[in-house]
């Protein structure tokens, strides 16, 4: 093989390493607009509604090496553990509020995580939300997380490529791997509910609804489109965590981000006054 060959063969080897690389530095629009429903995000070892119910005794979500703060949910006394990562203070479980009477949007617009064949389903993997439900429904100083925000929290863990494995819980909560929780984020496979009714992925996929949303024009047909919102998915074998869409009426697990910005691991109760001495 001649010189001029392998010259050919090493630049365009760089240029494909270069482009695999850049996919954490575009914009938000960008990714949005690229990002594909969630049926249509790679899968494998789906775990079917007749799984085994998890023992919540025996339950190991959290990374015992990192220390988590509290929130108190004022409106119904939960308590969710709550992680700083990088800037900003994340819940560490999925929200499971379900009051429909204090909050009539919630009839008809919320379900257990992970199916109705696990029992305490709605104590270890929150609550799956529709949009309708969902929009406004963290406490009182934590609101919905954006794209934006989501891609802050992956770029910690070496960009969307690499996340996953940092944010999933390890092996508990998922079908067969799960990840390292080295984040704390202890993400799980929740599942989502499909607008048909269905509850698909249990412990295959986490899906986090986002407060990202937005019509989308089908390519294909000018005069036609969608009115969809992003979401972001965590799956079971692979380390990496996407973007995706899904329409308004389907059910996502949701992830509280704090408005403010606290350091040094504080641990937060709902109704603390960010400007009090402990």
């Given at each position: 093989?001649?010189?001029?060959?392998?010259?050919?063969?090493?630049?365009?080897?760089?240029?494909?390493?270069?482009?695999?690389?850049?996919?954490?530095?575009?914009?938000?629009?960008?990714?949005?607009?690229?990002?594909?429903?969630?049926?249509?995000?790679?899968?494998?070892?789906?775990?079917?509604?007749?799984?085994?119910?998890?023992?919540?005794?025996?339950?190991?979500?959290?990374?015992?090496?990192?220390?988590?703060?509290?929130?108190?949910?004022?409106?119904?006394?939960?308590?969710?553990?709550?992680?700083?990562?990088?800037?900003?203070?994340?819940?560490?479980?999925?929200?499971?509020?379900?009051?429909?009477v204090?909050?009539?949007?919630?009839?008809?617009?919320?379900?257990?995580?992970?199916?109705?064949?696990?029992?305490?389903?709605?104590?270890?993997?929150?609550?799956?939300?529709?949009?309708?439900?969902?929009?406004?429904?963290?406490?009182?100083g934590?609101?919905?997380?954006?794209?934006?925000?989501?891609?802050?929290?992956?770029?910690?863990?070496?960009?969307?490529?690499?996340?996953?494995?940092?944010?999933?819980?390890?092996?508990?909560?998922w079908?067969?791997?799960?990840?390292?929780?080295?984040?704390?984020?202890?993400a799980?496979?929740?599942?989502?509910?499909?607008h048909?009714?269905?509850?698909?992925?249990?412990?295959?996929?986490?899906?986090?609804?986002?407060?990202?949303?937005?019509?989308?024009?089908?390519?294909?047909?000018?005069?036609?489109?969608?009115?969809?919102?992003?979401?972001?998915?965590?799956?079971?074998?692979?380390?990496?965590?996407?973007?995706?869409?899904?329409?308004?009426?389907?059910?996502?697990s949701?992830?509280?981000?704090?408005?403010?910005?606290?350091?040094?691991?504080?641990?937060?109760?709902e109704?603390?006054?960010?400007?009090?001495?402990e």
């Amino acid at each position: 093989m001649n010189y001029a060959v392998c010259r050919y063969i090493l630049l365009a080897c760089i240029l494909l390493f270069c482009i695999s690389c850049s996919t954490d530095e575009v914009s938000s629009s960008v990714a949005s607009s690229q990002s594909p429903r969630i049926e249509d995000i790679p899968t494998k070892n789906l775990r079917s509604s007749s799984s085994a119910a998890l023992s919540s005794s025996s339950f190991g979500q959290f990374n015992d090496s990192i220390p988590y703060g509290e929130l108190v949910d004022m409106r119904d006394g939960k308590s969710y553990r709550t992680v700083l990562i990088g800037d900003q203070l994340w819940m560490a479980e999925n929200l499971n509020y379900g009051d429909s009477v204090s909050i009539p949007s919630l009839k008809g617009n919320t379900w257990c995580g992970g199916g109705d064949s696990l029992k305490n389903d709605c104590g270890i993997y929150g609550r799956l939300y529709t949009w309708a439900a969902g929009g406004e429904l963290c406490p009182e100083g934590w609101r919905m997380p954006s794209m934006e925000d989501f891609m802050t929290l992956a770029k910690n863990f070496g960009g969307m490529a690499f996340a996953g494995e940092a944010l999933k819980s390890d092996a508990v909560g998922w079908r067969k791997l799960g990840g390292s929780n080295a984040s704390g984020f202890s993400a799980l496979g929740a599942g989502y509910r499909r607008h048909d009714g269905d509850i698909l992925e249990i412990n295959n996929k986490g899906v986090f609804m986002t407060s990202s949303v937005g019509y989308r024009e089908d390519p294909m047909d000018p005069w036609r489109g969608t009115a969809d919102m992003d979401v972001f998915v965590v799956t079971d074998d692979l380390v990496s965590a996407e973007f995706g869409r899904c329409v308004y009426s389907e059910g996502l697990s949701i992830r509280c981000i704090k408005d403010d910005e606290y350091g040094e691991g504080r641990i937060i109760t709902e109704g603390d006054d960010p400007g009090e001495d402990e």
